[in-house]
């Protein structure tokens, strides 16, 4: 099935750092979302994004719409510890459904 | 809190048997979805639902059933598992056109 291409997969990093990750497609979306999970429990929606170029903030992240539509990033400032966790990409193609599309998802650790 | 409840978090079985396991929310979202959650795969969509008794299979639907009698419910069955299905399984719901999606904890499904 259709996958986005999520990068990088890992990421070790001290605490303090800033993060940068991407997600890449083939494929035009419509909306982009970006989650974080947490070992045990399921997918929390960080920040949502519905127009190119667009660039969001949510507290120390900030999420950006690529101009091509096939494309977004998200930054992570002054990384603290509860970071720690894996971050997943989606692409929503706004017709029918609502279905998404997943990334691999990026694998945050932080050593103190 | 996305009011999103699955049932049981956890659960043993012995392949050939059925298995159901239960998506109940509590926010009248529209749209509503099975994911299974694998290593190196990320989240693969199952079987999707856009309305009460309106399902559709998702890629990875095959000894999969879904049913929704009612918008705040939605069964996932496996009629005969087998060990291939051993995985977490996560629901999610979304409400009405270009909303995001929102998970459940999920449900941690052993098949011995």
Not at chain 1, 65 to 89: H, M
Request: charged share 15%.
């Amino acid at each position: 099935g259709q996958q986005l291409n999520q990068s990088p997969q890992s990421m070790f990093i001290q605490e303090g750092e800033d993060v940068s990750m991407n997600c890449t497609s083939s494929s035009i979306f419509n909306t982009w979302l970006w989650y974080k999970q947490d070992p045990g429990e399921g997918p929390v929606l960080l920040i949502a994004l519905y127009k190119a170029g667009e660039l969001t903030s949510n507290g120390r992240l900030t999420a950006q719409f690529g101009i091509t539509r096939k494309d977004s990033f998200l930054n992570i400032s002054a990384s603290i510890p509860s970071d720690v966790g894996i971050y997943f990409c989606a692409g929503q193609q706004v017709q029918g459904a609502q279905k998404l599309v997943f990334g691999q998802g990026t694998r945050l650790t932080i050593n103190p | 809190d996305a009011g999103i409840t699955q049932s049981p978090r956890h659960k043993v079985t012995e392949t050939g048997t059925p298995v159901t396991l239960r998506c109940h929310q509590t926010e009248n979202h529209r749209y509503m979805y099975w994911y299974r959650q694998d290593p190196g795969h990320g989240l693969r969509l199952i079987h999707y639902s856009y309305g009460v008794k309106d399902t559709d299979k998702g890629e990875v639907s095959d000894g999969y059933s879904v049913s929704r009698s009612k918008t705040e419910d939605f069964l996932l069955t496996l009629e005969s598992a087998t060990s291939s299905q051993t995985s977490v399984y996560f629901c999610a719901a979304a409400g009405g056109a270009g909303q995001p999606q929102h998970f459940g904890d999920g449900t941690r499904l052993s098949i011995l």
